[in-house]
């Protein structure tokens, strides 16, 4: 169907939105498929689906939530399909599936809010980097009152001015940094919080570019480094020798020298780097975010399309 590959493409192309919006992007097209399907053949449609959610998991490799929340459909989807239900009701279970998950991403946000507030009480200062929303959600509801953010732009499309604007009418001590100014910010810091796109199977974090100068920085200044990252953000299929890295155009960067300009949009951070994982868990150290990782390995065995 065009339409699916049309929406699919809009997900290849979006430099705005995070892996977890992108994720919830992914879980709606395959609701779509659903509602949308003139199909009177259950394992037509059933193919469909399948076919939807291995497309989805290509989109964007840098991305793991698009790639586990697809499969999560999917396989929910086909064990409706094998257990006697008509067309009609199947397309019914589609739509309460995505419903359900769409449901569980924002259960997701609020248990993780909950987590970073047993932490974070006597903080005055924080630093964050791009745009995550999953981060938005944290620094607006789970920080204490007065509590300063320090946002870094994050070139070449500026995403952490996106926080900046979103946060400004609920954040009253925030600043605007430069990424180069990270440097400077971050010794005077409680903590850095940033995003992840993925956390590979070796436990090392797929962000943002400047996500790992951030925590080299935050290292050497003894500053606690926290990934934002619920456990549907663990894709076992990567680690960080073959992780795969966006790069984009680099008119981004300078639309003169285009040819001359680096546009790489990630980059991996060591686990050794990391004090731990604000998950839908609690805060997991390594030992604890590794048990997620061997839990995915078996599921993905079982979600196997």
């Given at each position: ?74 396989q ?46 006597d903080?005055?200062s ?42 400004s ?5 925030l ?18 919080l ?10 090392s ?22 990934v934002?990252a ?28 285009e ?47």
């Amino acid at each position: 169907m065009d339409w699916i590959e049309k929406k699919i493409e809009k997900i290849v192309n979006d430099r705005r939105r995070g892996a977890a919006q992108l994720a919830s992007s992914a879980i709606r097209i395959l609701m779509a498929v659903c509602q949308r399907s003139e199909s009177t053949d259950l394992k037509e449609l059933a193919r469909t689906i399948k076919q939807t959610a291995l497309s989805l998991t290509q989109a964007r490799p840098s991305m793991a939530p698009i790639r586990n929340w697809s499969l999560v459909f999917a396989q929910s989807f086909l064990a409706k399909t094998n257990a006697g239900f008509s067309i009609r009701e199947a397309k019914r279970q589609g739509v309460l599936i995505g419903k359900e998950l769409l449901a569980l991403q924002q259960e997701f946000v609020h248990q993780q809010v909950e987590a970073t507030r047993t932490i974070t009480r006597d903080y005055e200062s924080v630093v964050t980097l791009s745009y995550s929303s999953t981060v938005e959600a944290i620094l607006r509801y789970g920080l204490p009152p007065g509590c300063r953010v320090v946002i870094a732009e994050s070139r070449p499309l500026m995403e952490g001015r996106r926080l900046f604007q979103n946060l400004s009418g609920d954040v009253t001590e925030l600043r605007m940094i430069t990424d180069a100014q990270m440097g400077l910010a971050i010794p005077d810091a409680d903590l850095v919080l940033v995003g992840a796109d993925a956390v590979l199977r070796d436990l090392s974090v797929l962000n943002k570019t400047g996500t790992y100068l951030a925590a080299l920085v935050a290292h050497a200044h003894g500053r606690d480094f926290l990934v934002a990252a619920d456990t549907y953000k663990i894709n076992v299929t990567m680690d960080s020798h073959n992780c795969i890295l966006e790069s984009k155009s680099g008119r981004e960067v300078w639309s003169r020298q285009e040819k001359h300009s680096d546009n790489v949009y990630f980059d991996i951070t060591p686990r050794q780097l990391i004090t731990g994982f604000v998950s839908e868990k609690g805060i997991l150290d390594a030992a604890g975010m590794r048990e997620h990782v061997q839990r995915w390995q078996r599921l993905e065995k079982d979600l196997a399309l």
